[in-house]
């Protein structure tokens, strides 16, 4: 995880290792240090300041009620005076080598239930739940960079989505806009891998479309990237794509496949998919079709004929790879 190479020889944490560990940005911890004395009391050398675990568990404090939405001056004066945390700003109260002192609590409440999950995706939840849209961008560059993108929207964006969504549920419209922050940045970070890709491959695109009636797009933003991270050229449509600007892009592409993305069933259209699947172009006797994917909860159910059906990001990746090896 890199944090070992980080503590000095005393055990003290670096400032940027906490920021990735809390999931906040490091500029909010300095902020909170020098509005409201959060921060590490240790000094290394007389110049550099490491967090010790009394420094943490302070912190730790502060930053669950900051996620209960507890205004940060408030926080902080409940972070330090509460019985938990007395004599933890001192760092005499930190004994024993490094590898023996406690890390903030795997279990630290962070308002979302996300079970067994990265430690990433805690702090990409701490971060959502406090508005922290900078810490937000940097714990998903980071993500994407340490873990490549598909493993960083398995193991880090879908769960906290899916997280963010059971509370917003189940809190009526209380976290609505967590919900759309946390949307947003995954949005833009996901288009910021897709801006920067290799070099394209040579060859007829990817044309990556919602069906009609459809406005989830967060999925086929991932394919996106993760498409133009392995150089493939890629068209990407969005939201809603009406069916006769569909039909006319694949007339006009020649797309070597289609993914078609419908998060519910009443948008999933089976006819549309076969219509798709059916265009052909190109001379007599060497005419082509495009392989189309039926990707997104919305088709479950009977399969469709002549379209392929991927479960993961992974499976979408594979038939892509295999058409366009062929």
């Not at 110049?47 to 568990?57: L, P, Q």
């Not at 900051?66 to 005076?81: D, H, M, N, V």
């Not at 007339?251 to 998060?263: K, S």
Request: overall charge positive; some cysteine.
């Amino acid at each position: 995880m890199g944090t070992d190479l980080e503590r000095t020889e005393q055990g003290g944490l670096t400032t940027g290792a906490v920021a990735r560990r809390f999931g906040v940005a490091p500029t909010t911890l300095r902020s909170w240090d020098r509005r409201y004395g959060i921060g590490p009391a240790a000094h290394v050398g007389g110049k550099h300041r490491r967090w010790t675990a009394g420094d943490i568990a302070v912190l730790a404090r502060m930053c669950d009620l900051t996620s209960t939405g507890l205004p940060p001056a408030e926080a902080a004066r409940l972070a330090r005076t509460t019985p938990a945390a007395e004599g933890a700003m001192h760092p005499t109260t930190v004994t024993g080598p490094p590898a023996q002192r406690r890390s903030p609590r795997r279990g630290a409440r962070t308002g979302l239930q996300l079970g067994d999950v990265r430690q990433e995706c805690r702090g990409l939840a701490r971060a959502a739940l406090r508005l922290d849209a900078e810490a937000v961008d940097t714990l998903l560059a980071a993500a994407i960079a340490d873990h490549g993108l598909v493993t960083a929207w398995n193991e880090v964006v879908v769960p906290t989505l899916l997280a963010v969504g059971r509370k917003w549920e189940s809190s009526g419209e209380r976290y609505v806009e967590v919900e759309h922050l946390l949307s947003w940045h995954v949005s833009s970070a996901l288009r910021r891998a897709h801006a920067a890709p290799p070099v394209q491959s040579a060859g007829p695109p990817v044309l990556l479309a919602c069906v009609p009636g459809e406005g989830h797009t967060l999925p086929l933003e991932a394919l996106a990237a993760a498409l133009a991270e392995r150089g493939f050229p890629v068209r990407m449509f969005g939201a809603a794509l009406p069916v006769e600007a569909l039909d006319g892009a694949v007339r006009r592409m020649g797309p070597v496949a289609v993914v078609l993305w419908a998060q519910s069933r009443t948008t999933a259209s089976r006819p549309l998919a076969q219509h798709v699947a059916g265009i052909s172009w190109g001379v007599r006797g060497a005419r082509r079709q495009p392989l189309v994917l039926v990707a997104g909860p919305g088709w479950a159910g009977a399969p469709v004929a002549g379209a392929v059906r991927p479960l993961t990001l992974e499976e979408a990746i594979d038939a892509l790879e295999s058409v366009r090896s062929r």
